[in-house]
């Protein structure tokens, strides 16, 4: 059984931006600048299709899997000495169109998540296929498992057995929607008993719909660390395992958690 304890601590910059809408390329260099200001992070975290905002133009948009943008992800991964994620529009080698997580690892690895929940009001679940599985990811021996946007929603997705220490959540989550995101973010916190980041964009998209921000970083009773609020920038943190450790300790109600499983 590991000692969670005994782990290093674990910095993380979240990048809460505005984003060209369908412009690769801008992208790339808008936040290969805002990066320069992440050194030092463990963890860099990018938003949900951060290469072209939230766009239903998969056939037009998507990336093969080893594309273009996950090159550059390596890249800036090995550059920094960090893990950098993000979602992005892939087609997947069976030919479906993911709106997929890519953690890309300093030592050139690409790792990945595909989103569960489409957002259906935006037509989602017409243009992309669904994940189907949750995963783990560990960075410095802390167990992480990333989400995206709609999943959120979702609290038996969110919900976990295997002990996650981080919960990340990267994000377009609309204005119209903010009075949801905050609330539901402290909650997912508090049910898994463990730390919660989430990043999202602000500024408008290329329909319209405003982004205020509201990138944070909560703790396992859903206490505000950090809250980027509608600001333009890259905001930076430093997690303790042995609060996580000493807290899972005297109210380990972990224990009493329901046992279920998941169909696909």
Partial sequence: MRDLSQLPDLNIALVQTRLAWQDRQANYEHFETLLQQAAGADLIVLPEMFTTGFSMESERLAEPENGPTS????????????????????????????????????????????????????????????????????????????????????????????????LLYTANWPAARRLHWNRLLPARAIENLCFVAAVNCVGTDGKGFAYTGDSQVLDFQGESLLSAGEADGVFMIELRAAELAAYRSRFPANLDADRFSLEH
């Fill in 71 to 166: 090159k550059w992800l390596k890249a800036q991964a090995k550059k920094l000495d960090a893990v950098v994620t993000g979602s992005v529009i892939i087609r997947a080698a069976d030919g479906s169109h993911r709106n997929r997580l890519l953690w890309a690892r300093p030592d050139g690895e690409v790792l990945h998540y595909d989103k569960r929940h489409l957002f259906r009001m935006a037509g989602e679940h017409k243009h992309y296929t669904p994940g189907e599985r949750q995963v783990q990811f560990e960075l410095k021996g802390w167990r992480i498992r990333p989400l995206i946007c709609y999943d959120l929603r979702f609290p038996v997705w969110s919900r976990d057995a295997t002990d996650t220490d981080l």
